[in-house]
């Protein structure tokens, strides 16, 4: 089972940006495919982005889109994201995941897809 250990939140003011990784254990990070996903205070844990084992196909959800981008580097085991244009509501817990191994070009965006998470690292967004 690999492991997954998010970094990169903190404190920002509306309007900024952010980086998250997400550092895989092994080698064979380039046969899963991946997500981002976070959970708010009060809310259910939700999809931000999902990407394929090569970078190839992306998806991010309707509440992100043109803000938020994921990407991977394979050759160094990590997945990022990228979130510009934060917002309060942006404010949560962010959690990476691995999903399905040699899925060629698929993406996943549902929790029940994913096997494997991280701890989470916080992300605030002050008005």
């Known amino acids: 089972q690999v492991q997954l250990v998010e970094s990169g939140g903190g404190l920002v003011q509306a309007g900024g940006s952010l980086r998250l990784s997400c550092a895989a254990s092994?080698?064979?990070?380039?046969?899963?495919?991946m997500g981002w996903f976070r959970q708010a205070p009060g809310k259910e844990r939700e999809v931000v982005c999902a990407i394929s084992l090569s970078g190839g196909r992306t998806i991010c959800a309707d509440y992100v889109k043109e803000r938020f981008a994921i990407s991977r580097d394979n050759a160094k085991n990590t997945v990022y994201l990228q979130m510009n244009s934060l917002k309060p509501e942006d404010t949560a817990i962010y959690y990476c995941a691995a999903g399905p191994r040699y899925s060629g070009s698929s993406i996943y965006t549902k929790i029940a897809d994913y096997d494997t998470w991280g701890r989470g690292t916080q992300v605030t967004v002050s008005s």
């Open positions: 092994e080698r064979t990070f380039s046969t899963y495919a």
